[in-house]
């Protein structure tokens, strides 16, 4: 009797990889759902962005510019960059996976910290590298942990500022003093996805650093304020030395016309802009106010979400809260990957969903 062969088998170290698990989107029938779980705006895309996309669809039959270029010009104009230095992808995760695909070799060794994004230890470990984790202090990242976690074999430390989902961030004295500290074939990736939101003096999402060094580059996505998740935009900043072994292996069509309309015409709307960060700096007070009003830990947050920390008893742990808010219709993220098995993130939603999470958190505890 003939034996079936097994068929392909992938590179050591793929499968020991632990598939990123994206937050639930789903209510009980019959039940108004409020997905408070993907850091999503609850404003919505730009009306321009809309329109912009309805245009491209007129034009489904033609390849779309493969550089990107009017997205990448109308991001240089946002923020006074040159051109030449951006490099548009398909959201901020595929210039990740590229850093990590084009400087990263079996043997050596990438940083992130103790609550990072949880895509940077799958694109160390495709890239044949390992992960090495620097602890965090007061949930926060700290530069001396990150510095002693450096070895010969250190390519990269990629760095969420502000993080997710812990909502903190390092002022950026702290991010130079990392730099600093860094041999210059070191490079640091300062994702700053979350960047515009924050409203701190001692912030700065990266450009002046990217600009005056040659191993520093900056992340960022049109995801969250924007909401325009559904079309997968992230660019990034960087030296062009960088950005040249980076565009020989991304795809020659890597960004869709749909996105690249959609960006240009979101990233011009500075009212939209303006009118997310308003309605977000309003909920964040409040409803950090709120949940500490009912006996709720909650991690001081800089983004469009908050750590929210249950107690460690039965009946009140996170997983019984995320079990009664479900069945209310309020989606949060269980955090539990991420070293946090008793604490959910909670994306400030709408009014109605806002005041709704309060009110059925007001209940849990009660029961």
């Given at each position: 009797?003939?034996?079936?062969?097994?068929?392909?088998?992938?590179?050591?170290?793929?499968?020991?990889?632990?598939?990123?698990?994206?937050?639930?989107?789903?209510?009980?029938?019959?039940?108004?759902?409020?997905?408070?779980?993907?850091?999503?705006?609850?404003?919505?895309a730009s009306p321009k962005a809309r329109a912009a996309v309805?245009?491209?669809?007129?034009?489904?039959?033609?390849?779309?510019?493969?550089?990107?270029?009017?997205l990448r010009n109308a991001i240089a104009a946002a923020h006074?960059?040159?051109?030449?230095?951006?490099?548009?992808?398909?959201?901020?995760?595929?210039?990740?996976?590229?850093?990590?695909?084009?400087?990263?070799?079996?043997?050596?060794?990438?940083?992130?910290?103790?609550?990072?994004?949880?895509?940077?230890?799958?694109?160390?470990?495709?890239?044949?590298?390992?992960?090495?984790?620097?602890?965090?202090?007061?949930?926060?990242?700290?530069?001396?942990?990150?510095?002693?976690?450096?070895?010969?074999?250190?390519?990269?430390?990629?760095?969420?500022?502000?993080?997710?989902?812990?909502?903190?961030?390092?002022?950026?004295?702290?991010?130079?003093?990392?730099?600093?500290?860094?041999?210059?074939?070191?490079?640091?990736?300062?994702?700053?996805?979350?960047?515009?939101?924050?409203?701190?003096?001692?912030?700065?999402?990266?450009?002046?650093?990217?600009?005056?060094?040659?191993?520093?580059?900056?992340?960022?996505?049109?995801?969250?304020?924007?909401?325009?998740?559904?079309?997968?935009?992230?660019?990034?900043?960087?030296?062009?030395?960088?950005?040249?072994?980076?565009?020989?292996?991304?795809?020659?069509?890597?960004?869709?016309?749909?996105?690249?309309?959609?960006?240009?015409?979101?990233?011009?709307?500075?009212?939209?802009?303006?009118?997310?960060?308003?309605?977000?700096?309003?909920?964040?007070?409040?409803?950090?106010?709120?949940?500490?009003?009912?006996?709720?830990?909650?991690?001081?947050?800089?983004?469009?979400?908050?750590?929210?920390?249950?107690?460690?008893?039965?009946?009140?742990?996170?997983?019984?809260?995320?079990?009664?808010?479900?069945?209310?219709?309020?989606?949060?993220?269980?955090?539990?990957?991420?070293?946090?098995?008793?604490?959910?993130?909670?994306?400030?939603?709408?009014?109605?969903?806002?005041?709704?999470?309060?009110?059925?958190?007001?209940?849990?505890?009660?029961?």
């Open positions: 009797m003939q034996t079936l062969d097994k068929g392909p088998v992938p590179k050591p170290g793929v499968m020991d990889i632990e598939a990123y698990q994206p937050g639930k989107s789903h209510a009980p029938e019959g039940v108004e759902l409020h997905k408070l779980s993907s850091n999503e705006t609850p404003l919505g309805a245009a491209a669809a007129e034009t489904l039959e033609l390849y779309p510019d493969g550089q990107s270029t009017a006074g960059l040159n051109a030449r230095n951006i490099l548009v992808g398909n959201g901020s995760d595929e210039l990740l996976g590229l850093l990590a695909q084009a400087y990263l070799s079996p043997g050596d060794e990438a940083i992130h910290t103790e609550h990072g994004f949880l895509v940077y230890d799958i694109y160390i470990r495709a890239a044949g590298a390992s992960p090495v984790v620097a602890k965090e202090r007061d949930e926060r990242a700290d530069v001396d942990a990150i510095l002693a976690c450096l070895s010969e074999r250190t390519k990269i430390v990629f760095l969420a500022n502000p993080n997710n989902p812990t909502g903190t961030y390092l002022p950026f004295d702290e991010v130079r003093r990392l730099h600093a500290g860094l041999p210059a074939h070191v490079l640091l990736v300062l994702d700053a996805a979350y960047a515009e939101y924050v409203r701190r003096n001692d912030y700065e999402a990266g450009v002046e650093l990217v600009s005056q060094s040659a191993n520093v580059v900056m992340t960022r996505t049109f995801s969250k304020i924007h909401g325009l998740a559904a079309l997968r935009i992230g660019w990034m900043y960087a030296p062009k030395t960088i950005l040249d072994p980076l565009n020989r292996i991304r795809g020659p069509f890597n960004v869709n016309a749909a996105a690249i309309a959609a960006g240009t015409a979101a990233i011009a709307d500075r009212g939209h802009v303006e009118a997310a960060v308003s309605h977000n700096a309003k909920w964040l007070e409040r409803l950090t106010e709120d949940f500490a009003r009912l006996g709720l830990r909650v991690t001081p947050s800089v983004g469009n979400f908050l750590l929210v920390h249950f107690p460690d008893e039965a009946g009140r742990t996170a997983a019984d809260a995320d079990a009664f808010l479900t069945q209310r219709g309020f989606i949060l993220r269980r955090v539990t990957g991420y070293g946090f098995p008793n604490a959910l993130r909670m994306t400030v939603g709408s009014e109605k969903a806002n005041l709704g999470v309060v009110a059925a958190l007001e209940d849990f505890l009660r029961t």
